[in-house]
Nanobody, 129 residues
């Protein structure tokens, strides 16, 4: 059974940093597009960042661009989200997701929740002011 497990969340002060990890198991995700989403209380789940299977392209929402960095290590079946200069508005549950739609399709669908086939349970990130 394919599974994604996030870790690395926690409580941090504004301006601080956290590094989230997402470990995939149950199948090889090296040819999957991967993404991070987040959901704050009372809000819809929103796109944060995505990376192609080869790491050749990365994408970010405007709210995190320049502060967050997505990367992956296919040998470890792991995707990372380095979050710097955190703000209170970054507080949310962060979810890792995997897309098996093919590279060309992923390039145009990466911000869409419906483009992802597998989801993790999420990890809480809380940024205090």
């Amino acid at each position: 059974q394919a599974q994604l497990v996030e870790s690395g969340g926690g409580l941090v002060q504004a301006g601080g940093s956290l590094r989230l990890s997402c470990v995939a198991s149950g199948r090889t995700f090296s040819n999957y597009g991967m993404g991070w989403f987040r959901q704050a209380p009372g809000k819809e789940r929103e796109f944060v960042a995505a990376i192609t299977w080869s790491s050749s392209r990365t994408y970010y929402s405007t709210s995190v661009k320049g502060r967050f960095t997505i990367s992956r290590d296919n040998a470890k079946n792991t995707v990372y989200l380095q979050m710097n200069s955190l703000k209170p508005e970054d507080t949310a549950i962060y979810y890792c997701a995997a897309s098996n739609r093919g590279s060309n399709i992923f390039l145009s669908t990466y911000p869409d929740r419906g483009a992802y086939d597998y989801w993790g349970q999420g990890t809480q990130v809380t940024v205090s002011s």
